[in-house]
């Protein structure tokens, strides 16, 4: 379990305990050349297997780009980390008259209760730089708000 921020349609950030998806799997696809030069490195055991020296070379991509991706986010006013919409959180939005537009940059999850006309009603937009979480008869619904 892992501790994220959500906000309330209060304004105010609480933590919430949500469980986090093991890992997305990515396909990537390189030359003879460099998986060659990777299965000498993993030989010589400077990595356990391919995908601890490709894991490591992300890393190491975003690390030198973090400032980048800092200031993109605070620009594009994206939540950074894991947020998750409870069907409480939606229902508390309906009432309330709003319409959420939801910005991302990690993982955004829709609880699996949560009836797809209720997203249709509450959730105006979604831009996830990373992972949407949702029950199929959400992502269908909501289809042309995703970007």
Same mark, same amino acid.
């Given at each position: 379990m892992v501790k994220a921020w959500r906000k309330e349609v209060d304004g105010i950030m609480k933590p919430e305990l949500v469980r986090p998806a093991d890992s997305e799997k990515i396909t990537i696809n390189l030359g003879p050349i460099d998986l060659g030069q990777i299965d000498l490195l993993v030989s010589e055991g400077f990595y356990a297997n391919?995908? /601890?020296?490709?894991?490591? +070379?992300?890393?190491?991509?975003?690390?030198?780009?973090?400032?980048?991706?800092?200031?993109?986010?605070?620009?594009?006013?994206l939540v950074l980390g894991m947020h998750h919409y409870t069907r409480a959180d939606l229902e508390r939005a309906r009432e309330a008259g709003e319409r959420l537009q939801i910005q991302v940059l990690g993982m955004a999850s829709i609880a699996h /209760?949560?009836?797809?006309?209720? +997203?249709?009603?509450?959730?105006?937009?979604?831009?996830?730089?990373? +992972?949407?979480?949702a029950s199929s008869a959400v992502k269908t619904a909501l289809a042309d708000r995703i970007r």
């Open positions: 391919r995908s /601890d020296l490709i894991r490591t +070379a992300i890393r190491n991509q975003l690390q030198a780009h973090a400032e980048v991706v800092r200031q993109t986010v605070a620009r594009r006013s /209760d949560v009836p797809a006309e209720l +997203a249709l009603e509450t959730i105006e937009s979604i831009v996830v730089l990373g +992972a949407l979480h």
